[in-house]
Nanobody, 127 residues
Framework: VQLQASGGGLVQPGGSLRLSCEAS???????????IAWFRQAPGKEREGVSC????????AYSNSVRGRFTISGDKDKKTVYLQMNSLKPEDTGIYYC??????????????????YGQGTQVTVSS
């Protein structure tokens, strides 16, 4: 499975960005059930799970730090996930990675369950 993240950039506090993640290299017959998650890593900090979506039914999950500001959505057939980020704060700065899990059931914000990661896209929130 390959993942391509895009949409990062420089934005002022309070602004918005929309990240995209396109997955490829697998068929829906092989991975009938799958989840895609967004993780982020700031300099000097551990990787943090931000949001995920179980593509079979669209059920999302969010970390406490982004709930109410970020919205994840996805198109299972297009194998594409979006992360709409509003009311951005400087502490949202980091490299954002999307990740793939072929497990059945609600998605989890734990790196242990994801088998493939994309190359990341930089998000910088600064005035």
């Amino acid at each position: 499975v390959q993942l391509q993240a895009s949409g990062g950039g420089l934005v002022q506090p309070g602004g918005s960005l929309r990240l995209s993640c396109e997955a490829s290299g697998f068929t829906l017959n092989y991975y009938t059930y799958y989840s895609i998650a967004w993780f982020r890593q700031a300099p000097g900090k551990e990787r943090e799970g931000v949001s995920c979506i179980y593509m079979s039914d669209g059920e999302p999950a969010y970390s406490n730090s982004v709930r109410g500001r970020f919205t994840i959505s996805g198109d299972k057939d297009k194998k594409t996930v979006y992360l709409q980020m509003n009311s951005l704060k400087p502490e949202d700065t980091g490299i954002y990675y999307c990740a793939f899990s072929g497990s059945r059931g609600s998605c989890l914000l734990s790196a242990l369950v994801y088998s493939s990661y994309g190359q990341g896209t930089q998000v910088t929130v600064s005035s």
